[in-house]
Protein backbone atom coordinates (compact mmCIF):
# COMPACT_ATOMS: atom_id res chain seq x y z
CA UNK A 1 0.00 0.00 0.00
CA UNK A 2 1.82 3.38 -0.60
CA UNK A 3 1.79 6.32 1.68
CA UNK A 4 -1.31 8.04 -0.18
CA UNK A 5 -3.00 5.20 0.45
CA UNK A 6 -2.20 4.11 3.68
CA UNK A 7 -2.92 8.22 4.57
CA UNK A 8 -7.07 8.19 3.30
CA UNK A 9 -6.87 4.82 5.33
CA UNK A 10 -6.03 6.49 8.82
CA UNK A 11 -8.31 9.37 8.48
CA UNK A 12 -10.59 9.61 11.38
CA UNK A 13 -12.74 13.36 12.94
CA UNK A 14 -10.27 15.33 15.64
CA UNK A 15 -12.77 17.12 17.69
CA UNK A 16 -10.04 18.17 19.96
CA UNK A 17 -6.99 20.35 19.20
CA UNK A 18 -3.63 21.80 20.75
CA UNK A 19 -3.18 25.08 21.23
CA UNK A 20 -0.24 25.46 18.34
CA UNK A 21 -2.01 27.50 15.91
CA UNK A 22 -1.94 26.87 12.29
CA UNK A 23 0.63 28.85 9.81
CA UNK A 24 -1.06 31.01 7.52
CA UNK A 25 1.27 29.67 4.95
CA UNK A 26 0.13 25.83 5.13
CA UNK A 27 -3.63 27.09 5.22
CA UNK A 28 -3.36 28.68 1.95
CA UNK A 29 -1.50 25.83 0.62
CA UNK A 30 -4.24 23.29 1.62
CA UNK A 31 -6.80 25.54 0.33
CA UNK A 32 -4.59 25.47 -2.89
CA UNK A 33 -4.44 22.04 -3.01
CA UNK A 34 -8.73 22.61 -2.61
CA UNK A 35 -8.37 24.26 -6.12
CA UNK A 36 -6.52 21.48 -7.62
CA UNK A 37 -9.63 19.45 -7.74
CA UNK A 38 -11.67 18.49 -10.23
CA UNK A 39 -14.27 20.62 -10.67
CA UNK A 40 -17.34 20.50 -13.17
CA UNK A 41 -16.80 22.06 -16.38
CA UNK A 42 -14.18 24.16 -15.22
CA UNK A 43 -16.74 26.00 -13.17
CA UNK A 44 -14.90 26.30 -9.69
CA UNK A 45 -17.61 27.12 -7.93
CA UNK A 46 -16.37 26.81 -4.44
CA UNK A 47 -15.34 29.87 -2.32
CA UNK A 48 -13.72 29.35 1.54
CA UNK A 49 -14.30 31.72 4.41
CA UNK A 50 -11.94 31.51 6.79
CA UNK A 51 -13.04 32.75 10.24
CA UNK A 52 -11.22 34.17 12.77
CA UNK A 53 -13.23 36.49 14.53
CA UNK A 54 -14.12 35.07 17.79
CA UNK A 55 -17.17 36.19 18.10
CA UNK A 56 -18.33 35.16 14.62
CA UNK A 57 -16.58 31.48 16.15
CA UNK A 58 -19.03 31.69 18.86
CA UNK A 59 -21.96 32.55 17.11
CA UNK A 60 -21.48 29.35 14.75
CA UNK A 61 -20.22 27.27 17.45
CA UNK A 62 -23.83 27.93 18.89
CA UNK A 63 -25.63 28.00 15.85
CA UNK A 64 -23.97 24.08 14.72
CA UNK A 65 -25.45 22.67 18.09
CA UNK A 66 -23.17 24.06 20.69
CA UNK A 67 -20.18 22.12 18.77
CA UNK A 68 -17.66 23.52 21.17
CA UNK A 69 -14.71 22.69 18.80
CA UNK A 70 -16.21 24.75 16.36
CA UNK A 71 -15.09 27.75 18.41
CA UNK A 72 -11.73 26.26 19.63
CA UNK A 73 -9.86 24.51 16.83
CA UNK A 74 -7.22 26.82 15.72
CA UNK A 75 -8.79 27.08 12.29
CA UNK A 76 -12.67 27.14 11.13
CA UNK A 77 -13.06 26.98 7.07
CA UNK A 78 -16.29 27.24 5.86
CA UNK A 79 -16.93 26.11 2.31
CA UNK A 80 -19.32 27.44 0.58
CA UNK A 81 -20.97 26.57 -3.07
CA UNK A 82 -21.10 29.29 -5.21
CA UNK A 83 -22.40 30.40 -9.04
CA UNK A 84 -21.76 34.19 -7.87
CA UNK A 85 -18.56 34.32 -9.70
CA UNK A 86 -20.92 32.62 -12.67
CA UNK A 87 -23.25 35.99 -12.52
CA UNK A 88 -20.38 38.38 -12.46
CA UNK A 89 -18.70 36.50 -15.89
CA UNK A 90 -21.95 36.59 -17.29
CA UNK A 91 -22.25 40.22 -16.40
CA UNK A 92 -19.25 40.93 -17.96
CA UNK A 93 -20.03 39.95 -21.37
CA UNK A 94 -23.62 41.40 -21.18
CA UNK A 95 -25.01 37.80 -21.11
CA UNK A 96 -27.73 36.90 -19.07
CA UNK A 97 -27.71 34.21 -16.59
CA UNK A 98 -30.16 31.43 -16.28
CA UNK A 99 -29.67 30.52 -12.35
CA UNK A 100 -31.55 28.11 -10.26
CA UNK A 101 -31.52 24.94 -12.51
CA UNK A 102 -31.13 21.56 -9.89
CA UNK A 103 -28.02 20.64 -12.19
CA UNK A 104 -26.60 23.87 -11.24
CA UNK A 105 -27.09 23.06 -7.46
CA UNK A 106 -25.41 19.81 -8.28
CA UNK A 107 -22.33 20.63 -9.94
CA UNK A 108 -21.63 23.60 -7.44
CA UNK A 109 -21.98 21.65 -4.63
CA UNK A 110 -19.96 18.33 -5.56
CA UNK A 111 -17.35 21.00 -6.94
CA UNK A 112 -17.56 22.40 -3.08
CA UNK A 113 -17.14 18.85 -1.76
CA UNK A 114 -14.10 17.83 -3.45
CA UNK A 115 -12.30 20.94 -3.18
CA UNK A 116 -12.84 20.19 0.95
CA UNK A 117 -11.65 16.62 0.65
CA UNK A 118 -8.52 17.93 -1.01
CA UNK A 119 -8.42 20.49 1.57
CA UNK A 120 -8.86 17.50 4.61
CA UNK A 121 -6.16 15.54 2.75
CA UNK A 122 -3.80 17.81 2.29
CA UNK A 123 -3.98 19.01 6.25
CA UNK A 124 -3.96 15.39 7.38
CA UNK A 125 -0.41 15.09 5.38
CA UNK A 126 0.79 17.46 7.25
CA UNK A 127 -0.14 16.22 10.34
CA UNK A 128 -3.15 18.57 11.05
CA UNK A 129 -6.65 16.82 12.14
CA UNK A 130 -9.59 17.89 10.72
CA UNK A 131 -13.15 17.48 11.37
CA UNK A 132 -16.44 18.42 9.04
CA UNK A 133 -18.97 20.51 10.78
CA UNK A 134 -22.23 20.33 8.45
CA UNK A 135 -24.33 21.11 11.86
CA UNK A 136 -23.79 25.07 10.09
CA UNK A 137 -26.58 24.07 8.40
CA UNK A 138 -28.85 23.62 11.48
CA UNK A 139 -28.61 27.58 11.52
CA UNK A 140 -27.93 28.28 7.88
CA UNK A 141 -29.76 31.92 7.44
CA UNK A 142 -27.46 33.12 10.24
CA UNK A 143 -24.83 31.76 8.95
CA UNK A 144 -25.46 33.05 5.41
CA UNK A 145 -26.09 36.72 7.07
CA UNK A 146 -23.00 36.65 9.31
CA UNK A 147 -20.51 35.39 6.82
CA UNK A 148 -22.28 38.14 4.46
CA UNK A 149 -22.85 35.85 1.66
CA UNK A 150 -24.83 37.17 -1.68
CA UNK A 151 -26.98 35.21 -3.45
CA UNK A 152 -26.12 32.43 -5.71
CA UNK A 153 -24.05 30.78 -2.35
CA UNK A 154 -24.83 29.01 0.24
CA UNK A 155 -22.59 27.33 2.98
CA UNK A 156 -22.29 23.57 2.26
CA UNK A 157 -20.38 22.74 5.96
CA UNK A 158 -17.67 24.18 8.07
CA UNK A 159 -14.39 22.18 8.78
CA UNK A 160 -12.26 22.41 11.78
CA UNK A 161 -8.60 22.15 11.82
CA UNK A 162 -5.61 22.34 14.10
CA UNK A 163 -3.07 20.22 15.57
CA UNK A 164 -4.57 16.63 17.27
CA UNK A 165 -5.08 16.48 20.62
CA UNK A 166 -6.34 13.07 20.89
CA UNK A 167 -6.00 9.87 19.03
CA UNK A 168 -9.01 8.21 18.32
CA UNK A 169 -8.99 5.08 16.63
CA UNK A 170 -10.29 4.57 12.98
CA UNK A 171 -14.13 4.34 12.55
CA UNK A 172 -14.98 0.87 10.46
CA UNK A 173 -15.96 1.35 7.31
CA UNK A 174 -18.49 -0.96 5.02
CA UNK A 175 -17.48 -4.60 3.48
CA UNK A 176 -16.36 -3.90 0.02
CA UNK A 177 -18.94 -5.64 -1.69
CA UNK A 178 -21.90 -3.22 0.43
CA UNK A 179 -20.17 -0.51 -1.66
CA UNK A 180 -18.56 -1.61 -4.96
CA UNK A 181 -20.99 -3.39 -7.21
CA UNK A 182 -20.06 -5.12 -10.78
CA UNK A 183 -21.56 -4.07 -13.77
CA UNK A 184 -24.91 -3.90 -12.18
CA UNK A 185 -26.86 -3.16 -8.68
CA UNK A 186 -27.21 -6.14 -6.66
CA UNK A 187 -28.09 -5.84 -3.02
CA UNK A 188 -29.02 -9.76 -2.30
CA UNK A 189 -26.04 -10.22 0.44
CA UNK A 190 -26.36 -6.49 1.50
CA UNK A 191 -28.40 -7.49 4.67
CA UNK A 192 -26.16 -10.07 5.99
CA UNK A 193 -23.32 -8.29 5.44
CA UNK A 194 -24.82 -5.18 7.34
CA UNK A 195 -24.86 -7.33 10.14
CA UNK A 196 -21.39 -8.35 10.27
CA UNK A 197 -20.61 -5.07 9.87
CA UNK A 198 -22.88 -3.61 12.67
CA UNK A 199 -20.72 -6.29 15.00
CA UNK A 200 -17.59 -4.02 14.35
CA UNK A 201 -19.12 -1.01 14.62
CA UNK A 202 -20.73 -2.02 18.37
CA UNK A 203 -17.20 -2.92 19.14
CA UNK A 204 -15.70 0.04 17.55
CA UNK A 205 -17.98 2.03 19.92
CA UNK A 206 -17.48 0.01 23.10
CA UNK A 207 -14.00 0.14 22.64
CA UNK A 208 -14.11 4.17 22.06
CA UNK A 209 -16.05 4.70 24.72
CA UNK A 210 -15.14 2.49 27.52
CA UNK A 211 -18.19 0.70 27.34
CA UNK A 212 -20.89 3.76 27.30
CA UNK A 213 -22.22 3.06 23.47
CA UNK A 214 -23.12 -0.07 21.99
CA UNK A 215 -24.50 1.18 19.24
CA UNK A 216 -24.74 -0.72 15.74
CA UNK A 217 -24.65 0.92 12.23
CA UNK A 218 -27.89 0.23 11.20
CA UNK A 219 -29.41 0.90 14.72
CA UNK A 220 -27.67 4.35 13.91
CA UNK A 221 -28.61 4.97 10.96
CA UNK A 222 -32.73 4.02 11.50
CA UNK A 223 -32.93 6.33 13.93
CA UNK A 224 -31.40 9.02 12.16
CA UNK A 225 -33.98 8.11 9.22
CA UNK A 226 -37.17 8.39 11.45
CA UNK A 227 -36.28 12.28 12.31
CA UNK A 228 -37.10 15.09 9.60
CA UNK A 229 -33.65 16.20 8.07
CA UNK A 230 -33.47 20.09 8.12
CA UNK A 231 -36.72 20.87 6.69
CA UNK A 232 -36.11 24.13 5.92
CA UNK A 233 -33.53 24.14 3.61
CA UNK A 234 -35.20 23.95 0.27
CA UNK A 235 -36.75 27.08 0.89
CA UNK A 236 -34.09 28.80 2.25
CA UNK A 237 -32.21 27.15 -0.84
CA UNK A 238 -34.71 28.61 -3.00
CA UNK A 239 -34.53 31.52 -1.61
CA UNK A 240 -30.40 32.14 -2.10
CA UNK A 241 -31.64 31.59 -5.89
CA UNK A 242 -30.79 27.58 -6.50
CA UNK A 243 -33.07 24.48 -6.78
CA UNK A 244 -35.78 26.86 -8.81
CA UNK A 245 -35.94 24.88 -11.87
C1 LIG B 1 -20.39 16.76 5.32
C2 LIG B 1 -20.06 16.27 6.71
C3 LIG B 1 -20.61 16.91 7.80
C4 LIG B 1 -20.25 16.51 9.10
N1 LIG B 1 -20.73 17.22 10.16
C5 LIG B 1 -20.28 16.94 11.40
C6 LIG B 1 -20.63 17.78 12.49
O1 LIG B 1 -21.40 18.74 12.38
N2 LIG B 1 -20.10 17.49 13.72
C7 LIG B 1 -19.25 16.44 13.91
O2 LIG B 1 -18.79 16.25 15.05
N3 LIG B 1 -18.89 15.63 12.88
C8 LIG B 1 -19.36 15.87 11.64
N4 LIG B 1 -18.97 15.10 10.57
C9 LIG B 1 -18.03 14.00 10.79
C10 LIG B 1 -18.69 12.64 10.69
O3 LIG B 1 -19.47 12.40 11.83
C11 LIG B 1 -17.59 11.59 10.54
O4 LIG B 1 -16.85 11.83 9.37
C12 LIG B 1 -18.16 10.17 10.47
O5 LIG B 1 -18.78 9.82 11.69
C13 LIG B 1 -17.04 9.16 10.20
O6 LIG B 1 -16.06 9.27 11.21
P1 LIG B 1 -14.54 9.57 10.84
O7 LIG B 1 -14.49 10.89 10.09
O8 LIG B 1 -13.83 9.67 12.17
O9 LIG B 1 -14.05 8.45 10.02
C14 LIG B 1 -19.36 15.43 9.29
C15 LIG B 1 -18.85 14.77 8.17
C16 LIG B 1 -19.18 15.17 6.90
C17 LIG B 1 -18.58 14.47 5.72
Excluded at 14 to 33: G, P, W, Y
Excluded at 92 to 119: K, P, R, W, Y
Excluded at 188 to 208: C, E, F, G, N, P
Aim: aromatic content about 8%; some cysteine.
Amino acid sequence: MNNVIKLLNSHRSIRKFTDRSVEQTLINSCVQAGQAAATSSFIQACTVIQVNDEKKRADLSEWAGNQIYVKEAPTFLVFCADMNRHKISCDMHEAEMLSGFTEQFITATVDCALFAQNVAIAAESEGLGIVYIGGLRNKIDLVTESLALPDLVYPVFGMCLGYPDQNPEVKPRLPLDVVLKHDSYDSQTDADLIKDYDQDVQAYYRSRTGGQKEMTWSEQISGMLQKEARPHMLDFLKSRGFLKK
